[in-house]
Each structure stands twice: as structure tokens, then as C-alpha cells.
């Protein structure tokens, strides 16, 4: 219940303004975005990287070349899928996608240490 308010409290501050993205990101746990990430990224996306297409990896100058350098962006991708990358809305919550995004942001922005 607690996770259904805060997620309910962050998307109607979103509709008024309130939040920008990193405001939003300081309200995630990246630990937990971390274990969503190690159970259903790190096959592919080990250390940020992409074995299947290497341009399209999570470091930084990739996501921003791509138009993926933030929350949302990277939230779509792993909501829908987009080429090779399998959509994860089936699998995941809103807000599992919103940690797993913002833990992908915080590690490249961090080079992927």
C-alpha cells in the first residue's frame, strides 16, 4: 500500500511539475533497482555493455547518443522493447521498471564502477 501512495504521490507531482527526473530518482532505491537489474538485464547487460549490439549499451555517451539519458527514456525501453531488447512490462511492475531506470542512469553516470 505504501508503494501504491508513493507512486501515486511522485505521478501527480509529475502532472503539476513538481518532481524533475533526478527528484524522482532520489525517491528510488537503487538497491532494489540493482537486484531487478542482476535478475533480468545483466544477461546482456553486463557492466553496462550489450552482447548482442555494442553500440547500444547503457554507458552514458551511448544512452544520450541514442536519446535514452533519462528515467522516462529509459523506462519505455524497458516497458516496450524496441529490436532485439524484449519488453519487460509483462514481467515487471511500473514502479520495478522506474528502479531498474534509475539504477541503468546512476551506473552510467558512475561508468558502470
Not at 537489474?37 to 553496462?48: Q, T
Not at 549499451?57 to 529509459?74: P, W
Not at 529490436?83 to 514502479?95: E, F, G, P
Amino acid at each position: 500500500m505504501r508503494n501504491l501512495l508513493s507512486i501515486l504521490l511522485v505521478s501527480v507531482s509529475l502532472l503539476w511539475g513538481c518532481l524533475t527526473p533526478m527528484a524522482i530518482a532520489d525517491n528510488l532505491n537503487f538497491d532494489q533497482g540493482a537486484e531487478i537489474f542482476s535478475v533480468h538485464c545483466v544477461g546482456c547487460h553486463a557492466g553496462g555493455g550489450n552482447i548482442i549490439r555494442r553500440g547500444k549499451n547503457l554507458k552514458q555517451r551511448a544512452l544520450q547518443r541514442n536519446g535514452y539519458d533519462s528515467i522516462e527514456a529509459i523506462a519505455e525501453i524497458v516497458s516496450n522493447g524496441k529490436s532485439n531488447m524484449s519488453a519487460y512490462s509483462d514481467r515487471l511492475s511500473v514502479s520495478e521498471i522506474k528502479q531498474v531506470a534509475a539504477y541503468v542512469l546512476d551506473q552510467a553516470e558512475k561508468n558502470w564502477r
